[in-house]
């Protein structure tokens, strides 16, 4: 019986043991999660951080006597996350943007078959006063976005052969290249497309707090970690724009082109191909309509 009686108390000190050991697991396994592991806190923290890309200003052109040819003016792109849409004034919206229902709603379609979860752009390059009229009534529609952009800007009407154009960029450009998503622009042809690795320059990035309805609360750590976006890198051309400008002019109402080099280094000085057209019209809401034309 004496050796029953201390077999029950043997079991029962082993079997608080084996309690205060798994105690002792579960409360260093909290110490560690809480107060010396952070990933959990940075898990929790995802949760009400909204990441926002920050786009550099892309590199300016000028010519062989510092001449500026190109360089960018603010512009603005609407987009839309399918999921965060709540019922609006379909109108009003329209109206703001100067375009028809029809057409938003063929956008927001696109929006919805790319990704209902996803930013999807829906109007690209509004104007500074396209912006300052919708900025006043983005409350009225929830799940709308605004993202400030650069937009190519001109100050000769020349050489759009040489300089080329820049673009949205295409599901191929977005598979070669994973520097690029949905509703980027690239360079599509002549000095744009050619050096676009050098203009391109580097994303940033802005880390915004939001509540649960995805509403901005205001930045993350006062931006302390925010990545800063790096513009691209300025070019400087062998072209001389007044020497191309005079090319073009004589060869207005012509057919033909004209190549001017210096023998000594290869430069090419113009390079004019007639009949030319103004970079301009390839920028701005209305360049799929100008392309066409």
Known sequence: MANEADFFKNRKYIIGAIILVVALVYVGQLFRLQVID???KSLSTRNVLKTETRFPARGLIYDRNNKLIVYNKAAYDLSVVPREIEPFDTLDLCTTLNITPAKL???LNAAKRYSRYKQYVILSQLTALDYARLQEKMYRFPGFYVHQR???????QNAGHVLGYIGEVNNNDIKLDDYY???DYIGKTGI???YELALRGTKGKRFLLVNSKGAIKGSYQEGAEDIMPVPGKDLVLSLDIDLQVYGEKLMQNKIGSIVAIEPSTGEILAFISSPEYDPSILVGRKRGENYQA
Do not use: F
């Open 150 to 156: 650069t937009q190519r800007a001109y100050n000769y």
């Open 38 to 40: 952070q990933s959990a």
């Open 105 to 107: 709603e063929e956008r």
């Open 181 to 183: 998503y949905q509703g």
């Open 192 to 194: 744009e497309k050619t």
